[in-house]
T-cell receptor
Framework: NAGVTQTPKFQVLKTGQSMTLQCAQD?????MSWYRQDPGMGLRLIHYSVGAGITDQGEVPNGYNVSRSTTEDFPLRLLSAAPSQTSVYFC?????????????FGQGTRLTVV | GENVEQHPSTLSVQEGDSAVIKCTYS??????FPWYKQELGKRPQLIID?????GEKKDQRIAVTLNKTAKHFSLHITETQPEDSAVYFC??????????????FGAGTTVTVRA
């Protein structure tokens, strides 16, 4: 059981480039989400998904796209990278339901946009 | 949506002393309050959580207390050790009555335990 796996771990992009951050989980969790972590700002929700084919925006969605074609995978796409997107990105997953459950995080992707 | 405020932003304690981190939330319907620990360069991991039907929960040297009336909850670490040095995040559910609630996180507290 690998849990939540993110790739790559580090990435440097030039302004205007696009890329996809990969996230996969093997716990059969319906709920998956992407956060960005910036100093002094905690974890801010970018996008989330409650199941295959369903996605929605979080607190800071601009400049990012997501899709959910399978239960296991939830990639995050940066359309045209900007220096403001320099951050550490975390994917997380949990069971869905009103009985709130633990969120499991991936190991993070440190992205630098120059 | 839920607004979670966390204080202090940094905390330095002598090894063996206690550390307390406090969070306030805005949605009186919130019913679940987890705490995550993030060691340097690592992922956040759940260390303890509390549900709104209890006022306190303990797990060895860590405890969480909840005051629903005042809408605040706190993390207590006793007999601090160097391995307690990390960033700690509190969280609360946004729209807790929904199956698809989102977790709102506090800004984090950087705890440093001095030897």
């Amino acid at each position: 059981n690998a849990g939540v796996t993110q790739t790559p771990k580090f990435q440097v992009l030039k302004t205007g480039q696009s890329m996809t951050l990969q996230c996969a989980q093997d716990m059969n969790h319906e709920y998956m989400s992407w956060y960005r972590q910036d100093p002094g700002m905690g974890l801010r929700l970018i996008h989330y998904s409650v199941g295959a084919g369903i996605t929605d925006q979080g607190e800071v969605p601009n400049g990012y796209n997501v899709s959910r074609s399978t239960t296991e995978d939830f990639p995050l796409r940066l359309l045209s990278a900007a220096p403001s997107q320099t951050s550490v990105y975390f994917c997380a997953s949990r069971l869905r339901g009103r009985e709130v459950t633990e969120a499991f995080f991936g190991q993070g992707t440190r992205l630098t946009v120059v | 949506g839920e607004n979670v405020e966390q204080h202090p932003s940094t905390l330095s304690v002598q090894e063996g002393d206690s550390a307390v981190i406090k969070c306030t939330y805005s949605d009186s319907a919130s019913n679940y309050f987890p705490w995550y620990k993030q060691e340097l360069g690592k992922r956040p991991q759940l260390i303890i959580d509390i549900r709104s039907n209890v006022g306190e929960k303990k797990d060895q040297r860590i405890a969480v207390t909840l005051n629903k009336t005042a809408k605040h909850f706190s993390l207590h670490i006793t007999e601090t050790q160097p391995e307690d040095s990390a960033v700690y995040f509190c969280a609360a559910p946004d729209d807790p009555l929904s199956n698809d609630y989102k977790l709102s996180f506090g800004a984090g507290t950087t705890v440093t335990v001095r030897a």
